[in-house]
């Protein structure tokens, strides 16, 4: 079974710019969150969709939105891209909300 | 408010010498504790799930134990490979569904 897949794989953004990510679950997954990692901070949550709805938020600011598709695959898009948003973006998807969930490789974002 | 902390932050060990990583955590509730190992610049690998306590899991040199406020992953007779940032998560019972994660444990084995 093919794991969780993310695109692009890097990026270069610069100040003020908007990007989008995009995330492929495992077949069968009906779940995804996506979360922000940073040396930092660590590991955090920043939403997590089911069957196209979002059911939970972390607590990021607007400019970090995200959907889900009817086939499960998910986009996050980052709008205004500021210094701090430098970080690895990674998805994990889940046969539900309450289960082990399973993370793809990342996104590492660059905003110079 | 729910909270993980992870001890310790690094640990170097010689090939063999088995130890342990800590991972406190306080809930509301807990629907489940897992770990994960994390390669540099990859995402986090599943090992575990955890979801009562006295529940033990095993794979390869690694187990991982759960108590009411604590679990533990030990690692037997460590090799190389098995340096990584060792994670914790736990999900609450609280309706939603999110993570909250430890800091990790920076493990690195030393031939």
């Known amino acids: 079974k093919a794991g969780v897949t993310q695109t692009p794989r890097y990026l270069i953004k610069t100040r003020g710019q908007q990007v989008t990510l995009s995330c492929s679950p495992i077949s069968g997954h009906r779940s995804v969150s996506w979360y922000q990692q940073t040396p930092g901070q660590g590991l955090q949550f920043l939403f997590e969709?089911?069957?196209?709805?979002?059911?939970n938020k972390g607590n990021f600011p607007g400019r970090f939105s995200g959907r889900q598709f009817s086939n499960s695959r998910s986009e996050m898009n980052v709008s205004t891209l500021e210094l701090g948003d430098s970080a690895l973006y990674l998805c994990?998807?889940?046969?539900?909300?309450?289960?082990?969930?399973?993370f793809g490789p990342g996104t590492r974002l660059t905003v110079l | 408010e729910d909270q993980v902390t992870q001890s310790p932050e690094a640990l170097r060990l010689q090939e063999g010498e088995s130890s342990s990583l800590n991972c406190s955590y306080t809930v509301s509730g807990l629907r489940g504790l897992f770990w994960y190992r994390q390669d540099p610049g990859k995402g986090p690998e599943f090992l575990f799930t955890?979801?009562?306590a006295g529940e033990e899991k095993e794979k390869e040199r690694l187990k991982a134990t759960l108590t009411k406020k604590e679990s533990f992953l030990h690692i037997t007779a460590p090799k190389p490979e098995d340096s990584a940032t060792y994670l914790c998560a736990v999900q609450s019972t609280s309706g939603t569904y999110k993570y909250i994660f430890g800091t990790g444990t920076r493990l690195k084995v030393l031939a």
């Open positions: 969709y089911f069957s196209e709805t979002q059911r």
């Open positions: 994990a998807s889940g046969t539900a909300g309450a289960d082990t969930q399973y």
């Open positions: 955890l979801y009562s």
